[in-house]
């Protein structure tokens, strides 16, 4: 079946330090990847978002994300995290002209001031 | 404007009351979309309506009713709802199939 996945669901993690969390998905063909953010209390945010070209994609926030095609992956980095870092992140996959988006189940990072 | 809003933030309704959520976007985009949102857990489609028609329907109960009277509103009608039905239910939208969808900040909604 088609799913994405999303590792080490609670990270924490102090101000400073760098983060990296890992995204995967089971999707043939060509895919369209996503990375959201959902602040505590606060709607989903789209942070970033690849279709095609540089896999070195930059979003938000100082965010960025590289999708590696063999690997079938699509991590989140940031080298330097901040207290207001701290939200709930979602990976999500859609198949190329699909409306439906797959949603990882998500990560909890806490960042410690 | 890239926004998304929804009314109302809170609702609160009993079983056997109607109530309905509302959606509006002014970004020019032709899909949109209810989603039903459990704490820490990830957001699960329930309707897609590309070019105001309904495309997905996830097997939602009949109890949840879309409409999408033009192409930058969308609606959500609750008739009989259950408590497991309490959730924050959120509207996104985009533009055709493949752009990033964007979010509104959701209708919490409890069932008593």
């Known amino acids: 079946a088609q799913s994405v996945s999303q590792h080490n669901h609670h990270v924490i993690l102090s101000e400073a330090a760098s983060l990296e969390l890992g995204c995967n998905y089971s999707?043939?063909?060509?895919?369209?990847l996503f990375w959201y953010v959902q602040y505590p209390g606060q709607h989903l945010q789209l942070l970033l978002k690849?279709?095609?070209?540089?896999?070195l994609v930059k979003g938000i926030k100082g965010f960025e994300a590289e999708f590696i095609k063999s690997k079938f992956s699509f991590n989140l980095r940031k080298p330097s995290v901040q207290w207001s870092d701290t939200a709930e992140y979602f990976c999500a996959v859609s198949l190329y002209g699909n409306n439906r988006l797959a949603f990882g189940k998500g990560n909890q990072v806490v960042v410690i001031p | 404007d890239t926004e998304v809003t929804q009314t109302p933030k809170h609702l609160v309704m009993g079983m056997t009351n109607k109530k309905s959520l509302k959606c509006e976007q002014h970004m020019g985009h032709r899909a949109m979309y209810w989603y039903k949102q459990k704490a820490k857990k990830p957001p699960e489609l329930m309707f897609v309506y590309s070019y105001e028609k309904l495309s997905i329907n996830e097997s939602v109960p009949s109890r949840f009713s879309p409409e999408c009277p033009n192409s930058s509103l969308l609606n959500l009608h609750l008739h009989a709802l259950q408590p497991e039905d309490s959730a924050l239910y959120l509207c996104?939208?985009?533009?055709?199939?493949?752009?990033?969808?964007?979010f509104g900040p959701g209708t919490r909604l409890t069932v008593t």
């Open positions: 690849y279709f095609s070209g540089d896999p």
């Open positions: 999707y043939g063909g060509t895919v369209n």
């Open positions: 996104a939208s985009s533009q055709g199939g493949q752009g990033g969808q964007y």
